[in-house]
């Protein structure tokens, strides 16, 4: 029953009726532990990853799976120390991959804030604290300014109650209640100001409320289970790889083919002698250590991530950010802090720009028309201090009470300093305060001054202009004609027009006061002063990472549960162009079809009025149109558009846990600048992980095809089973690491993003695989056919290390696929892999273990002539490059 009705839509005694309580006496303990057995714990719980899942999943790749087979034939063959080499590989890639995922679940556990929140309740008419999850509907719920709100509420008492809504709706204003309103059954959450809903906060006043909805059947629930049903997306690098996997398994077993059907052609063996052959040489081609490169390269992303405040939660998904070409952004507490700011001071013939954002009292006042406003300053300090103190916990500056207070305090505090709003205070003794009320719009104090007395009132500005005689100017004060009103009034509209909220402030003197005056005699014949423009404006640096991420080809798209004029105010301070773009609101958008919106996403730049289930709608939209989705998000609104982006970023100061478990990125800072350096990351560590696979698959068709040539021209085998493995594992191993952690290459960020159809490999890089890795083959066996006679241990040697030296100049061929080697910066561990791999060479040959490489020393003389195959092949490769012919 209390979850199917809208309340919102019945008169609160009604509400009291049918839940069968009392608004004085609340329930009796013995109904709400019977309530709890029907209803259930107030609580919501996500679907936690058990451990063994998470580590099973790493395991969930096809190349992955070739790899587990590959460790079965050799072992199958009778190369165990193959095999044991290869699992271990595929063991600690998984290793790795589990270790980052629990510990950002980890991460995520620490940074819940309320595992366990408490409330008031009233029970048998008694008042007394539980912890929240035993709620049931029917319970009476105490509000007072800071709390939680602990469960769906129809507001029944109210004085001065304002709930921060945002967590839930997007809206960065609070929310005034008014328990007598009764309301239309169609009204969206957001406007439904008998309710308080989960998740949400009280700022100012205090009420009480009757709990009609609990755990996973209030708002916030809804959105959990959306939240849960949306199926988990691969992201873009686990799709390329699963692809990058059967592309290298269809080859695979496309070579298996070849030599078998050539083996038993040319009569080298019986079927199974060609089988066998067949297999060894499959096993030789895949590249063992690729798996644990790749996750190397994204481990090292991560850990760059997290020094740069961003926590990743799927390996795979650092490099998702680095394929976006739509961000889809959350307004309040993504673009903005979520805090309200003083950004403009108006005044008749004058006007001021407020620096900095947020609560942070860091900014300067730069006004035009007036020079100096201490005044002003100094009784917005005395003024509302009674109603919000600005608090540093060590690490963030933080409001305590109203918003729309506090954001004028931090204004006293950015002009005055510390100091000067202690002496302000110190200076206007506090006599008597008329506390906001929404029914006269305005909060009067009144306080000593030079003798006498000062009157200071905030509010709305056009209700306090009705109450005014007179409006201070630059020129002094001047009597309030109706012309000078209607130009206050103009004021007042164009900040309103510009997304603002106004906060009117007015004055006067009084020499002495009477007792018998009443508020009415207090507030007329007041001073209008000034008109506060209030915002919660953009984070510093956002409008430059906008415009970064635009050169980059990465379009931003601001999707707000904010009023649209608020939106498009602040879509212009961060320079999207709503101008020539397309602004929708939610209503508009129940009203189209998912075909009409298709045909107009592309031109839409600002989402303002939605639901969660807006935001998940436009996500999926847009990635059936062909984009890749970012989607950035702090509150439960955001989460099921989170969970269907293709890679969701939560908020980690500010975000709701809801948001951070359906996220991939949470950002530990809040800071959005931090995704556009994601997306650097992201596509640095795609372009590295082509790297290795250009050079480890050119290396290891190389290898096959030396011993199949040399198969095929009738002389034995150049490399042996152990020269294999130590080529496979050791010597490419160590350059095809340090080519994971290249440094950036030039002119990163001035491309666009990679398109849905570029491809690890394609056809044009197979040909280019196989051309070089041919290359390489050809160069290796001519110098092996020209010491065959000679000797054989000597030709095997010289195969041997011909193959490792002529890929160190791939190596070096691979730092780039378009830019020369001379115009990148130096990837020092690139440097030290190959002297290291050059070393272990040195001592496979001239060492007591050359006995077990079956190796003999290279005389000096001949070490000019093993140059020539790294030299021509870094040579072949760096001439396409300045021929500009693609791969």
């Known amino acids: 029953m209390s979850d199917a009705c809208n309340w919102h839509a019945m008169h609160r005694d009604e509400v009291l009726r049918r839940l069968n309580t009392d608004a004085s006496r609340g329930l009796s303990r013995s109904i709400a532990e019977e309530r709890i057995k029907i209803y259930g714990l107030n609580e919501i719980r996500g679907k936690k990853k058990h451990p063994v899942v998470m580590f099973v999943r790493q395991f969930a790749n096809f190349l992955i799976g070739i790899l587990i087979v590959a460790t079965v034939i050799s072992a199958l063959l009778g190369e165990v120390v193959d095999a044991v080499a290869i699992f ?63 469960a769906d509420l129809r507001i029944i008492e109210a004085e001065n109650l304002e709930v921060d809504e945002s967590p839930l709706t997007g809206e960065s204003t609070p929310v005034e209640k008014n328990p007598d309103v009764v309301l239309d059954p169609s009204t969206p959450v957001s406007d439904r100001e008998n309710m308080a809903f989960l998740g949400t906060y009280v700022v ?272 002094g004060l001047l009597e309030l004609s109706e012309e ?39 507030e007329r014949d007041l001073v209008f002063y000034a008109v506060l423009g209030i915002i919660d404006p953009p984070r510093e640096g956002v409008r430059e990472a906008v415009e970064l991420a635009r050169r980059a080809g990465v379009k931003t798209v ?41 045909k107009i996403i592309d031109r839409v730049v600002v989402y303002a009025r939605v639901t969660p289930q807006h935001k998940a709608r436009i996500v999926r939209l847009m990635k059936a149109k062909g984009y890749r989705v970012a989607m950035t998000g702090d509150g439960v609104n955001d989460a099921p558009a989170l969970k269907e982006a293709h890679v969701g970023v939560a908020m980690g100061i500010r975000g709701t846990d809801v948001a951070k478990e359906a996220a991939q990125l949470v950002l530990l800072d809040d800071n959005y600048v931090t995704i556009v350096e994601a997306i650097r990351e992201g596509r640095m560590i795609f372009e590295n992980l082509k790297k290795p696979i250009n050079y480890l698959l050119t290396c290891n068709l190389a290898e096959v095809g030396v011993v199949f040539g040399a198969e095929i021209i009738g002389y034995p085998t150049p490399l042996e089973p152990i020269h294999l493995l130590w080529i496979n594992v050791v010597t490419d191993s160590l350059p095809a690491a340090a080519l994971g952690v290249e440094p950036p290459e030039p002119g990163l960020m001035e491309r666009p993003p990679r398109g849905l159809g570029e491809r690890f490999i394609t056809r044009r890089k197979l040909v280019y695989y196989t051309i070089m890795g041919s290359l390489l083959a050809v160069i290796t066996l001519v110098l092996y056919s020209l010491y065959y006679n000679l000797d054989l241990k000597l030709a095997r040697t010289m195969a041997f290390t011909s ?72 040579l072949v490769d760096e001439i396409r490059k300045i021929l500009r012919v693609g791969i």
């Open 88 to 150: 271990s590989i595929v063991l600690i890639m998984g290793i790795f991959g589990f270790i980052q995922e629990y510990r950002a679940e980890k991460t995520l556990e620490l940074l819940k804030k309320m595992a366990s929140p408490r409330c008031r309740v009233i029970r048998d008419g008694v008042e007394e604290e539980i912890e929240a999850k035993y709620l049931v509907p029917g319970d009476i719920v105490v509000l007072r300014e800071g709390d939680r709100v602990p």
């Open 204 to 475: 100012r006043g205090r009420g009480k409320g009757v709990v009609v909805s609990t755990g996973l059947n209030t708002q916030l629930g809804e959105v959990v289970k959306a939240v849960l049903e949306v199926r988990e997306e691969k992201t873009p690098l686990e799709i390329e790889l699963d692809y990058f996997g059967r592309r290298v398994g269809a080859i695979i077993l496309a070579i298996s083919a070849v030599v078998f059907i050539v083996y038993l052609l040319k009569g080298y063996g019986g079927v199974i002698d060609s089988l066998l052959i067949a297999v060894a040489l499959a096993v030789a081609a895949v590249p063992e250590g690729l798996p644990a490169i790749a996750t190397a390269v994204l481990a090292i992303g991560a850990h760059r991530m997290a020094r740069k405040n961003a926590l990743v939660k799927r390996l795979a998904a650092v490099e998702g950010l680095g394929s976006v070409d739509v961000i889809c952004a959350d307004k309040t507490g993504t673009i903005t802090k979520g805090e309200m700011t003083v950004k403009i001071i108006s005044l008749l013939g004058a006007r001021c720009n407020v620096d900095g954002s947020g609560y942070s009292p860091v900014g300067g006042v730069q006004c035009d028309g007036v020079e100096d406003l201490e005044f002003l300053y100094k009784i917005l300090a005395a003024h509302t201090t009674i109603d919000a103190r600005l608090i540093h916990d060590g690490r963030q500056w933080t409001i305590k009470g109203s918003p729309t207070e506090g954001s004028a305090l931090v204004l006293a505090y950015k002009a005055l300093g510390e100091s000067g709003v202690r002496e302000a205070i110190s200076e206007l003794k506090l006599v008597k305060t008329y506390p906001f009320d929404r029914f006269r719009k305005r909060k009067t104090t009144i306080h000593e001054y030079s003798g006498g007395y000062i009157v200071v009132t905030t509010g709305a500005p056009e209700i306090l202009l009705n109450i005014s005689s007179k409006v201070w100017s630059p020129r």
């Open 484 to 522: 000078l009103k209607v130009k206050v009034l103009a004021i007042i509209d164009e900040l309103a027009s510009q997304g603002y909220r106004t906060l009117g402030v007015a004055y006067k003197f009084l020499d002495s006061l009477n007792p018998e005056w009443g508020v009415e005699d207090i």
């Open 558 to 598: 601001m999707i707000t549960g904010d009023h649209k004029l608020t939106a498009l105010a602040v879509a212009r301070m961060i320079g999207l162009d709503v101008d020539s773009g397309i602004v929708l609101e939610g209503r508009e958008l129940d009203s189209m079809s998912d075909g009409d919106l298709l």
């Open 803 to 874: 193959l490792v030296l002529s890929e160190f100049g791939r190596g070096l061929s691979s730092r780039s696929e378009s830019i020369p080697i001379w115009r990148l910066p130096i990837n020092k561990w690139l440097v030290l892999s190959l002297i290291i791999s050059l070393t272990l060479q040195l001592i496979a040959i001239y060492t007591p273990l050359s006995t077990v490489f079956h190796t003999t020393p290279i005389d000096k003389a001949t070490w000019p002539i093993l140059l020539v195959s790294p030299l021509t092949i870094l």
